[in-house]
Structures are given as C-alpha cells and as structure tokens.
C-alpha cells in the first residue's frame, strides 16, 4: 500500500526466498510453525495507520464506560464465569477489514474484537525474520505507541510478569505442544521465561497451584491465561485437578471473563465510522431490507465457526435461539496488496496491552492476515499462495 517499499521488496522475492525464510522459522523453531505465513508483510500507509488509531480509540471509549460490564453480563455463558474479575481486560485484540470509502480512499471496517492475548511474541520476532531475508525500508516499523522491539519486550514483560520470578508464571493452554499457535509459546519462554502448561498438567493443592518442573513442583503466582472454553468443551472428559472457575490465589494476566465481554457480543455497542452496524438478532423488530447485505455470527463461538455470509429472513425465522447470534452488515474487502500475479484482500489486528497501572491501553503493534477467499479464515485460502498471517509495517 506504500509504493516504494511494495517495489522494493517484491522486486527481491522469488519462491525460492520465501521457502528459505520458512527453513530458517524452522531452524530456529524446529517443528513449531503449524499455519501459513504469508510471502509479504503488509506496508500501512500514514493515512490508514491514522484511521485504525482512531477506530481503536473509538472501541476503547466504549469498553471505558462506567455501565460496560453491566452491558457485557450476559456475554459470560452459564458455569464459565470465573472468580476474582479485574477491574478491565489488559489485553484488547481488534480486526479490521481494509476497505475503500466512497471517497475512494482506504479505511478500516471493525470485525471482530477480544478481550485476549494474541500471538503478542510471534509478532515481535516475524518483522525481524522479514527484514534478514528481505530488503526492509527504514521509513516503516511493526510498532506503535512502543519506540522499538526492546520497548517492546519489556512492555510485554512488565504486564506478564509484574516482577514475579518468571518460574512461578505460566502461559496455561489446553495441550500446548498440539496447537497451531504453539510457536507463540516457544517464543514467550524465550523472550520471557515463562512455561506453556497444559491445563491437565496443573496441580491443585487447597488454593494453591503447582506444575512439574524438573522434577521439582513450583507454585503458580500468575496464569497469562491462553485457553478457549470453545476449546475445552470439545473434552467433556478432562481429567483435570484445577477448574478455570475454582477459588484459588492465583493472579490471571489476562482473566477468562474478558474474552467473553470484549467479543462478537460487544459488537453492537460500538458507534463508529469505522465499525459495520450490527444489531442482536432477538432485539429486531423486523429484518434489514437488505438482508443479503447481512452477515450473521453465532454470539459463542470463536475463530470464524458457524459464521453465515448468506441468509435469508426463512434462515434467521428458523432460528430456535435468536438471542445467540447477530447480524452485522457486510463489508467489502478491497484488494490492496500487491502479489505478483495481482491484488490481495488484507486485515489488520491492533494489539494492546492495559496494565492496570495504566489509565489508557497501549496500542503496541499489530498483526496482518492476507486473504484471496470470500473470507479471512484458513478453509477459504487452501492450496492458495501470498495469503496467510504476516505482520503490518507502519509508515513511521
């Protein structure tokens, strides 16, 4: 979307660059790049990288209301409400479609949104794995309201942490060495000492927390808390000692009950420019004229699952349980990255981090994903190349 660095850098790539990109991931993360990483990283141009600060803020005005987690209560299903909510989510994720106004210029359109850490450690390290591989102007950076990859580092440090020995600190996943994600894991114990356990793997001694570690068991003093209870449903059989929803004296670096209010639920709420119009399905009174302008999202279930680009009133009529699902006004795409054999369609995600020594969140860098389907997600770009996840360069 900058001309000088798009040129630049594709006039360097070839297949061939991009397969020894991927064998030096592997070399350094033998057998942990388990998704597709884009060719490209995506060039963000000032006007754009000034819209989506602004669609943040827009966001975050919301989330900051005195009244938001009465308005978010419902969000938290039955018997997965976990003890001991914080005062707000120190983690905020937010997807962004990159569009083209009717002034034809580019602009984001919101998504989705969680209140959940991201790949926070796997974008700090592909920016720099794209720039040994790949000629990189000075004039852009993966990062925002942090001055560089140190600044960075120690941000993440700082919330994950809070000064505890990193040995009594755990990222907390369900199987970690199995999920696709897993590079993010080995990163975070590289960049921050921390261990990825496996939630069957905790121990529960009264309201104390233990892991195995070198035959030795260690206290857990704080969870940087990676587990989907979309996830843990589909193991109704768990042989676990601990329960997300147990009493214990633990601190969570990001707490359960926000990725459940800052969701597809909080999508309603949120008026802005740069955010689709998106109502509860059981608060309409009668359907949008156009509804095939509509795109409908079931409220509690994640990454993509039983979204429905096309309905119709019969389909929505036929609904037993409208008051999980809404529908959000479609947007369009507009192809913007430029791959050799032309246009890709592009989403950014806004990754900040909210201690809560903090008044604002930071915005601290992003995410890119790059897409020839009809969607974003893996199932629409199969046997498809310049797709998949990257990292935004920001104009500086």
């Not at 591989?133 to 700082?158: E, R, S």
């Not at 704080?222 to 996830?231: L, M, Q, T």
Request: net charge negative; glycine share 4%.
């Amino acid at each position: 979307m900058i001309p000088a660095p798009r040129q630049l850098f594709n006039a360097a790539f070839t297949p061939e660059s991009y397969q020894a990109m991927l064998a030096d991931i592997d070399q350094q993360l033998p057998n942990q790049l388990d998704f597709r990483v884009a060719e490209t990283p995506v060039f963000v141009p000032a006007a754009l990288r000034d819209k989506l600060i602004q669609a943040g803020e827009d966001i975050i005005r919301v989330i900051q209301q005195s009244d938001f987690k009465q308005r978010t209560d419902a969000a938290i299903p039955a018997g997965q409400r976990v003890p001991h909510e914080d005062e707000h989510a120190e983690f905020l994720t937010f997807d962004f479609a990159v569009c083209r106004n009717a002034a034809g210029e580019l602009e984001p359109q919101l998504i989705e949104m969680q209140g959940f850490p991201s790949l926070y450690a796997f974008q700090a390290y592909l920016p720099e794995v794209f720039a040994a591989h790949y000629p990189i102007v000075p004039g852009v950076t993966p990062f925002l309201d942090v001055a560089d990859a140190d600044a960075y580092h120690a941000n993440l440090k700082n919330l994950i942490l809070a000064g505890e020995n990193p040995e009594n600190v755990i990222l907390l996943e369900l199987f970690p060495e199995k999920q696709k994600t897993r590079i993010d894991f080995a990163l975070s114990k590289k960049y921050w000492g921390i261990e990825a356990v496996s939630l069957p793997d905790v121990r529960k001694r009264g309201r104390q927390l233990f892991y195995e570690k070198d035959g030795r068991e260690i206290l857990i003093k704080r969870i940087y808390n990676r587990i989907i209870f979309d996830e843990l449903a589909r193991y109704p059989n768990l042989n676990s000692e601990f329960n997300l929803t147990d009493e214990v004296d633990v601190a969570w670096v990001g707490h359960p009950n926000w990725f459940f209010r800052i969701s597809k639920y909080t999508l309603p709420l949120i008026q802005s420019q740069f955010a689709p119009p998106s109502y509860y399905l059981q608060e309409l009174i009668s359907y949008p004229a156009d509804l095939e302008n509509y795109v409908l999202k079931p409220l509690f279930s994640f990454a993509g699952a039983g979204v429905r680009l096309h309905v119709t009133a019969a389909d929505l009529d036929a609904l037993p349980d409208k008051e999980n699902y809404l529908l959000q006004r479609k947007v369009t795409y507009e192809p913007v990255v430029q791959a050799p054999d032309g246009l890709v369609k592009c989403e950014i995600r806004l990754l900040y981090t909210w201690p809560h020594s903090e008044a604002h969140p930071t915005l601290v860098a992003g995410l890119a994903r790059l897409s020839r389907g009809e969607m974003i997600g893996v199932d629409f770009n199969k046997n498809k190349d310049w797709v998949g996840g990257t990292t935004p360069l920001f104009e500086k």
